[in-house]
Nanobody
């Protein structure tokens, strides 16, 4: 059974930084694509960034140049370094683990609030 636990959310001022982490419990982590998604109040959940098992990354246009996704297969963790945060980055951030052959799992989410 896959369990994903996010951490690192909180309140930060505009222009500040936060680092989110997601710890995965499964042995299939190294062959999974990992991703960060976010959902703001009244909006649909949207992709923020993904990283494949081979390390290829993809970012939403709105976060390119500010956010960096990385993974540590030895520790079964994926991280999201968020710099130059803006109020519009405020959302609940979710970690997602997915397999090319099918199947995906979500974490419980962590709140990020960017406000002065």
């Amino acid at each position: 059974q896959v369990q994903l636990v996010e951490s690192g959310g909180g309140l930060v001022q505009p222009g500040g930084s936060l680092r989110l982490s997601c710890a995965a419990s499964s042995s299939i982590f190294s062959i999974s694509t990992m991703g960060w998604y976010r959902q703001a109040p009244g909006k649909q959940r949207e992709l923020v960034a993904t990283i494949t098992s081979g390390g290829s990354t993809n970012y939403a246009e709105s976060v390119k140049g500010r956010f960096t996704i990385s993974r540590d297969n030895a520790k079964n963790t994926v991280s999201l370094q968020m710099n130059s945060l803006k109020p519009e980055d405020t959302a609940v951030y979710y970690c997602k683990q997915s397999l090319v052959v099918g199947g995906y799992w979500w974490g419980q989410g962590t709140q990020v609030t960017v406000s002065s």
